[in-house]
């Protein structure tokens, strides 16, 4: 399906500095320490309105224009970070790849040469890997196998496989899943729900992945994550889609983030 974007209505977004850094806090369940930040770009189109990525990358997807977008997402990530640091906070940012970025054999060479260019470094920044590339995991291992090398941190969305399903490469290239609240079934029956989610932290924590419990929407959903021992969770029910004047506020709510060792 062709999108109704066309390229030069992101490029003039891009120019008119219509793309928009959003983050979404991962906290500590218990303590309420924030741990680390995911971003995204949204696009407050002057012409389309906001626009989410599911909704304009596909354009860029067709086009063959992905790459160059995800080399500007990188950019205004590593700014934001510095901005960051500047301000005296030291905590992991991740960005989202999608199947079509770890298609394009350009990909660790576009992104480290980000990193020449700019003296950074990928240290403390987790590539976020759309979930159902473990159905097919070896058909992008060079690629991964590249950025682990590199210094990047995988992780995968939405994981509700059986982690001991999975090869012991896969196992060992990952850092981090996120679990969805109920491992993305129809479940209704909490003492199921709440035993099959403790197995997947168990397993997790086994194979010595971050784990962070996602789409927490209130109190009752956070006390759950911590009934079944993870730690981290992420949602509205902690924060969700901040801007950087929302995220300057919440931090200055919070004690200074101390940075959680990464495998």
Same mark, same amino acid.
């Given at each position: 399906?062709?999108?109704?974007?066309?390229?030069?209505?992101?490029?003039? #977004?891009?120019?008119? @500095?219509?793309?928009?850094?959003?983050?979404?806090?991962?906290?500590? $369940? $218990?303590?309420?320490?924030?741990?680390?930040?995911?971003?995204? &770009?949204? !696009?407050?189109?002057?012409?389309?309105?906001?626009?989410? #990525?599911?909704?304009?990358?596909?354009?860029?997807?067709?086009?063959?224009?992905?790459?160059?977008?995800? &080399?500007?997402?990188?950019? @205004?990530?590593?700014?934001?970070?510095?901005?960051? *640091?500047? $301000?005296?906070?030291?905590?992991?940012? $991740?960005?989202?790849? @999608?199947?079509? /970025?770890?298609?394009?054999?350009?990909?660790?060479?576009?992104?480290? @040469?980000?990193?020449? +260019?700019?003296? /950074?470094?990928?240290?403390?920044?987790?590539?976020?890997?759309?979930?159902?590339?473990?159905?097919?995991?070896?058909?992008?291992?060079?690629?991964?196998?590249?950025?682990?090398?590199?210094?990047?941190?995988?992780?995968?969305?939405?994981?509700?496989?059986?982690?001991?399903?999975?090869?012991?490469?896969?196992?060992?290239?990952?850092?981090?899943?996120?679990?969805?609240? *109920?491992?993305?079934?129809?479940?209704?029956?909490?003492?199921?729900?709440?035993?099959? &989610?403790?197995?997947?932290?168990?397993?997790?924590?086994?194979?010595? !992945?971050?784990?962070?419990?996602? #789409?927490?929407?209130?109190?009752?959903?956070?006390?759950?994550?911590?009934?079944?021992?993870?730690?981290?969770?992420?949602?509205? #029910?902690?924060? +969700?889609?901040?801007?950087?004047?929302?995220?300057?506020?919440?931090?200055?709510?919070?004690?200074?983030?101390?940075?959680?060792?990464?495998?």
């Amino acid at each position: 399906m062709i999108s109704a974007f066309s390229i030069n209505d992101i490029i003039y #977004g891009v120019e008119n @500095r219509e793309f928009l850094l959003r983050y979404r806090p991962q906290v500590n $369940a $218990a303590s309420g320490q924030l741990h680390a930040l995911d971003t995204k &770009l949204l !696009w407050h189109s002057s012409r389309f309105g906001s626009q989410h #990525g599911e909704q304009f990358l596909p354009a860029l997807e067709e086009r063959g224009k992905h790459l160059n977008f995800l &080399l500007f997402y990188l950019i @205004r990530s590593l700014r934001a970070r510095q901005q960051l *640091r500047n $301000a005296g906070y030291s905590m992991p940012l $991740a960005i989202s790849l @999608r199947l079509h /970025d770890l298609q394009d054999p350009a990909l660790v060479d576009a992104l480290m @040469r980000v990193f020449r +260019d700019s003296g /950074d470094n990928p240290d403390g920044l987790t590539l976020i890997l759309p979930s159902r590339l473990l159905d097919d995991f070896y058909q992008h291992i060079r690629p991964l196998s590249q950025l682990v090398d590199n210094g990047f941190h995988l992780a995968v969305s939405n994981f509700y496989q059986n982690p001991d399903s999975l090869g012991d490469t896969c196992c060992d290239m990952l850092s981090e899943v996120r679990l969805p609240p *109920r491992l993305g079934t129809s479940l209704t029956d909490k003492q199921v729900r709440q035993r099959q &989610l403790s197995q997947a932290v168990e397993a997790a924590q086994r194979h010595q !992945w971050s784990c962070i419990v996602t #789409g927490v929407e209130n109190q009752q959903d956070i006390q759950e994550a911590l009934t079944m021992g993870a730690s981290l969770v992420q949602g509205h #029910g902690v924060g +969700d889609d901040l801007s950087a004047s929302e995220l300057a506020t919440m931090l200055a709510r919070v004690k200074q983030p101390r940075q959680i060792p990464r495998r």
